[in-house]
């Protein structure tokens, strides 16, 4: 679900700022739109027909609980709850009243959305009746996002030929991107941080697992380069 978030955000950011960047790319900005939609519509048809709503994916209000709850991490509370397999739910007294609504739903073609809904305001009532420590989870978020995760409970995570390029790449493209923005005055290089930083604030919100990084570390590669381009010339003058 996350990944399919991602997408979205880029996509509707990218058309956004392509549109305006030069107004003749705005009728390929709506080719580009209308191309996606068609190519989404028997995903968007079928959820329309089975919950009475269009919508790509049904699963945010869990998505946000994942990753705010009382026993949540930076990489979320790993248990599906899911509703076909009750028995198999945790015995956590701290979710019983979400237990409760779960089991009040009635299991109609409206049970997906509802069960999300329950998911969705559960997850703010969390962060709403515990601003400070949900807020300070968002920080480590954002920061295991960025960096890496310094509790990972997955399997081969600090395994170092996953850690270290990580790291370089993380660490130098902080340098790297005040490098380019200051150097390229470049509205695409712009749009890259803008991406970077828009990404991870977005899925911060969230939960954070390794294969996130995806999203975000072909641009640290990139504002990397700039670092090591003006580390190069530096060597080179000396």
């Known amino acids: 679900m996350i990944l399919r978030g991602e997408f979205l955000i880029i996509f509707i950011f990218s058309l ?3 549109s305006f960047l030069k107004k003749k790319n705005f009728i390929y900005a709506i080719l580009i739109f209308i191309s996606t939609s068609i190519l989404i519509s028997p ?9 009475g709503k269009v919508h790509i994916v049904n699963v945010t209000g869990y998505a946000l609980w ?18 076909n397999n009750r028995n ?39 962060i709403l009746l515990d601003k400070k420590n949900y807020f300070l989870l968002y920080l ?6 960025f960096f890496i995760d310094i509790n990972s409970s997955i399997k081969n995570y600090y395994n170092p030929a996953h850690i270290v390029p990580i790291l ?5 493209s902080i340098p790297g991107a005040i490098i380019a923005l200051k150097k390229d005055k470049n509205p695409k290089i712009l749009y890259l941080f803008l991406m970077t930083c828009l990404l991870i604030g977005f899925i911060s919100i969230f939960f954070i697992l390794p294969r996130y990084k995806i999203s975000i570390i072909s641009f640290q590669i990139l504002f990397s380069l700039f670092l090591f381009e003006y580390l190069l010339k530096k060597l080179q003058k000396d």
């Open 16 to 18: 956004v700022f392509f």
């Open 43 to 51: 995903y968007l048809i079928r959820n329309y027909v089975n919950t």
């Open 66 to 83: 994942k990753g705010n709850n009382q026993l949540a991490k930076v990489e979320g509370f790993h248990n599906s709850l899911h509703p």
């Open 88 to 126: 198999t739910w945790p015995q956590i007294s701290e979710f019983k009243n979400l237990y409760e609504k779960l089991d009040r739903i009635k299991k109609d073609k409206k049970y997906e959305i509802n069960r999300d809904q329950i998911f969705k305001q559960e997850a703010i009532n969390n």
């Open 140 to 145: 480590k978020k954002i920061i295991s996002y």
């Open 168 to 172: 370089l790449f993380s660490i130098c």
